[in-house]
């Protein structure tokens, strides 16, 4: 069952980001992330009765694969604990992991991609056609996607800093959790008979689109100062 409190504190931190100002909104991820990694730790200090059961949960479903979302989706899944797929019988865009980082996750999803929808908008017009503006969603979600990715990577390596509250993690620690997530959703997915296919190709037809959506994605801040009570690729494919 997820913790109440861990996830209120995440969505007030994602509620921050309501500016349309590429320099002034956030998505404050990387503080959501850093917070689901610390309460997980947590979880595993307590033993492995504590520990939250694998499940699944829909995002949104599209008639086709669409290459922008669910790239972003599986970034947001990948640096969270989970993974992102989508049903290719059904259209069903969905998450699976634990139950905290499965609300998490779906909460960045909706800031994340409707981040990139407002913008994407805002560049309707002056003969930028459709092409261009599905290559700037997919530009803008790939470097949404790296950046997330790196934060996850730079837990991994460095571990995670002490705070007031917190003690200091080890890298090592990081990465088994992570690890561990990962071995516990293969076996779900395993007792449930999932076959999984990895999708990569990523095609745009507008480099100049694709270009401008990498920069805007470059902007959206994925951190910000909040105050203190507020504060604390894969691309699978199921058939």
Request: net charge neutral; proline share 2%; aromatic share 6%.
């Amino acid at each position: 069952m997820a913790d109440t409190s861990i996830v209120e504190k995440i969505k007030k931190l994602l509620a921050l980001a309501t500016s349309s100002n590429e320099n002034e909104s956030t998505a404050a991820a990387e503080k959501a992330s850093l917070l689901l990694a610390q309460y997980n730790l947590g979880l595993a200090d307590l033993g492995p009765n504590h520990q939250e059961e694998i499940d699944e949960s829909g995002v949104e479903t599209t008639s086709k694969f669409v290459t922008w979302k669910m790239m972003l989706l599986s970034g947001i899944a990948e640096a969270n604990g989970c993974t992102g797929m989508r049903n290719t019988y059904t259209g069903s865009m969905f998450l699976v992991g634990s139950s905290t980082n499965l609300i998490v996750c779906k909460h960045l999803y909706e800031y994340l991609s409707s981040a990139i929808e407002k913008r994407a908008k805002y560049r309707k017009g002056n003969g930028r056609g459709l092409a261009y503006l599905n290559a700037f969603r997919v530009g803008c979600a790939t470097r949404l996607r790296q950046r997330l990715l790196e934060q996850k990577r730079e837990m991994e390596e460095s571990g995670i800093p002490g705070s007031v509250d917190t003690a200091a993690t080890p890298a090592i620690v990081v990465r088994s959790m992570f690890e561990k997530n990962q071995l516990a959703i293969a076996d779900y997915l395993e007792g449930r008979g999932v076959k999984i296919k990895t999708r990569t190709d990523s095609q745009v037809s507008s480099e100049a689109g694709f270009n401008s959506g990498y920069e805007v994605g470059d902007k959206i801040s994925l951190q910000k100062q909040v105050q203190p009570e507020g504060e604390q690729k894969q691309l699978n494919e199921s058939l």
